[in-house]
């Protein structure tokens, strides 16, 4: 099956959630073409001041989800992941069209593969994307990951319309599980980062300890530093959980509690127990 869309100018697209993310995509999109629907569940309440926002950005507001399916050529959910399937079953009821739905929930790919069977079997073409940078600074322009059978279609589709979007050649479910294993560096390394300067804060030495790690991270290309840290791993565990024993009773001894500091030391521990055994 090939996808059936017509020149970007012509395109109609559906929005669905009209949140922080939604907003930013409904002003990037009114850019470029004039047909955007809007549907968020707080619509359904037609005086909700949602619905004169939608109205006042040149978008039209759509009050029961099921319409996306009859007006859009294109549809992006943006809701939360617990209310990903719940939305793919809506929008799919009112499918009469070969409709693409874009996936763009943080769900897991188990929850995005249940949703494509949903999409799939009322005749529309779903496909997994996840948005892999920080809206609130990238805007319209934040890098999207897109993955499926209609991955490079879909790509030039969403590029058209000025999205920032790479296919990948995998299987849907695969974008969103980068985009979870993404998840756990980067808000694993958010909850370090500030479990390591509120206690340097309650020592009185922030500015040395920022220091030191950003010449560690600066200095060194990162895919380097990673394998060095991987492949290192077995030789110097020992040591660094003893290293790692010592910090966590600097942190106590603070007064503080050391909650990713534990979970580092669980690591350690049960990769020196697995040797062992």
Avoid: W
């Amino acid at each position: 099956m090939s996808l059936q869309v017509g020149e970007p100018n012509t395109v109609s697209v559906g929005i669905i959630g009209f949140g922080e993310v939604g907003q930013i995509f409904v002003k990037g999109l009114l850019e470029k073409i004039e047909q955007v629907f809007v549907y968020d569940v707080l619509l359904e309440d037609k005086h909700n001041v949602l619905n004169e926002k939608i109205i006042q950005l040149g978008a039209r507001p759509v009050y029961q989800i099921e319409e996306l399916g009859h007006c859009c050529d294109l549809v992006l959910s943006l809701v939360n992941s617990a209310a990903s399937e719940i939305v793919a079953q809506g929008v799919a009821k009112g499918l009469n069209k070969k409709t693409i739905f874009v996936d763009l929930t943080t769900s897991t790919p188990q929850v995005k593969s249940r949703s494509e069977q949903i999409v799939v079997s009322r005749g529309g073409i779903y496909v997994d994307a996840s948005i892999m940078g920080t809206v609130a600074t990238e805007q319209y322009h934040v890098p999207i990951l897109i993955a499926g059978d209609y991955s490079s279609e879909v790509q030039k589709l969403l590029c058209n319309l000025g999205l920032n979007c790479q296919a990948i050649n995998h299987p849907n479910g695969a974008a969103a599980s980068i985009k979870l294993l993404r998840s756990i560096f980067m808000k694993g390394l958010e909850a370090l980062i500030l479990e390591t300067m509120i206690t340097a804060k309650n020592y009185g030495v922030s500015d040395e300890v920022m220091e030191s790690i950003s010449k560690t991270i600066n200095n060194n290309d990162f895919t380097t530093f990673a394998n060095a840290l991987i492949t290192t791993h077995m030789i110097h565990k020992n040591r660094r959980y003893k290293e790692v024993l010592d910090s966590c009773k600097l942190i106590e001894e603070a007064k503080l509690i050391p909650h990713v500091t534990e979970g580092v030391i669980s690591f350690f521990s049960k990769s020196i127990e697995m040797e062992v055994g």
